[in-house]
């Protein structure tokens, strides 16, 4: 099976600074097979048999601490829930200098729709869908400190997510597909 790891909070700021290169020979230790790294806000693609992706979070998490010392989140998704989430994700949205459209991936304790209702949308800026394991984001960059989405950062909400701009959101998807071959 194909999965993608995204890694929570790494080489943000200068925190939490991890090697991609290093990355990719702890998660190939830790049994992951076919692994390929993609820019250096950790997503890393891989293939691996029968494990539960909240198992396979674990290893990796565990392994991520053991070769960096560092206590990452990780949320894993299989190439079904990519899918998913990029059928829902509208083809015209862009991150651009006319547009941001972010996906903001969900841990399993918030993935509802009923997030939605914690979260301050204001609709005539912001455009939110949710599909199961995401949250997708888009707002006109004119706009963006004046919607309410931005206000995510200081709630609990934020803390279990992972945000990927759509770029690299389709970039990671395209990774997996060429995985799957």
């Not at 230790?29 to 891989?46: C, D, P, W």
């Not at 707002?139 to 206000?151: A, D, E, F, L, P």
Request: proline content about 1%; glycine content about 4%.
């Amino acid at each position: 099976m194909v999965y993608v790891a995204l890694l929570r909070g790494i080489n943000v700021g200068g925190k939490n600074k991890i090697d991609m290169k290093l990355l990719k020979q702890s998660f190939e230790q830790a049994g992951m097979n076919n692994v390929v790294t993609y820019i250096n806000s950790g997503n890393i693609i891989f293939t691996y048999n029968s494990r539960s992706k909240a198992k396979i979070a674990s290893i990796l998490e565990m392994s991520i601490q053991e070769t960096f010392g560092l206590q990452i989140k990780v949320l894993v998704l299989d190439l079904n829930d990519m899918k998913r989430i990029m059928s829902s994700l509208p083809e015209s949205w862009t991150n651009d200098d006319k547009m941001k459209s972010d996906v903001l991936f969900l841990w399993d304790d918030i993935n509802n729709e009923s997030v939605l209702d914690k979260l301050v949308i204001k609709p005539d800026m912001d455009t939110v869908i949710y599909v199961s394991g995401a949250i997708l984001w888009s707002v006109c960059k004119q706009h963006v400190t004046r919607s309410g989405m931005t206000n995510i950062i200081k709630s609990d909400i934020y803390r279990q997510t992972t945000v990927r701009n759509v770029n690299t959101t389709r970039k990671i998807y395209e990774l997996m597909l060429a995985s799957e071959k």
